[in-house]
């Protein structure tokens, strides 16, 4: 679903990005860890086809970015650690902003807009200017533009930041259901309980370059992630 093949990105003399290659499968929830400035964000935006890279490739469902960049960003959605939103729209008009983009039939937008709004419960704030929404309302838009029109592939940076208990289980739950359907999801968080108990693989980034990658019990063993992420962090 998404390959990561020695991706390096420079900036100025210093390697954000180091050689990094991972592979991401089709029905995995795959967590990527690290402190802050390892080079997480820079490879979320480098797969996404934000950020331009020095070296390597990405390739999503069989298509190299770099080759086809707009055919491999219609199946994919990234959420971003701060969502950067259209202000000066309503939520609705947000909504259906990123459907007429992604070419979503009116009868199906919709319905998917009812399902996940009612189910974040921000139905009843999608008239509202997007100035007017708390960053928790934010994300919930986020993740709903996210999922509204059915990527193979969602990629997430730090997506729970911002959202109360409730909106963190019901948005793992999602994650979890998107997988199941033979989806992938690739994300960044600092909450290494979430990713030990959500994850089917982690990677660990340090200054750049892997460190770790595996499925979970691979990955820590008999301790827990986050004894094994200090562990490596300290060495």
């Known amino acids: 679903m998404l390959i990561i093949e020695r991706l390096t990105k420079t900036y100025g003399e210093k390697k954000a990005v180091d050689d990094l290659s991972l592979h991401i499968r089709p029905g995995e929830i795959y967590g990527f860890i690290g402190h802050n400035g390892a080079g997480k964000t820079t490879t979320l935006k480098s797969a996404v086809g934000i950020l331009q890279f020095d070296e390597g490739n990405i390739i999503v469902n069989g298509t190299s970015l770099k080759d086809d960049p707009v055919k491999c960003k219609r199946q994919l959605a990234y959420i ?11 939520g609705i008009k947000y909504l259906n902003f990123i459907a007429d983009i992604f070419g979503i039939p009116s009868d199906v937008r919709q319905e998917k807009i009812r399902e996940y709004a009612d189910l974040l419960e921000l139905t009843g704030d999608l008239a509202q200017p997007i100035s ?3 960053h928790g309302m934010k994300q919930k838009l986020a993740v709903i533009s996210a999922w509204i029109h059915d990527p193979a592939l969602i990629l997430m ?16 739950e999602m994650m979890r259901e998107h997988c199941d359907k033979g989806g992938a999801i690739f994300f960044s968080t ?3 309980e979430v990713a030990e108990k959500l994850c089917d693989k982690v990677a660990i980034i340090k200054q750049g370059r892997l460190v770790k990658a595996g499925t979970m019990e691979e990955v820590k063993g008999d301790d827990s992630l986050e004894e094994v992420f200090l562990e490596l962090e300290a060495e």
């Open 80 to 90: 971003p650690d701060n969502p950067d939103l259209y202000e000066f729209m309503s």
């Open 157 to 172: 940076d730090e997506p729970f930041v911002g959202l109360d208990p409730k909106a963190s289980h019901l948005l793992k």
């Open 132 to 134: 007017a929404y708390s």
């Open 190 to 192: 600092h909450v290494l």
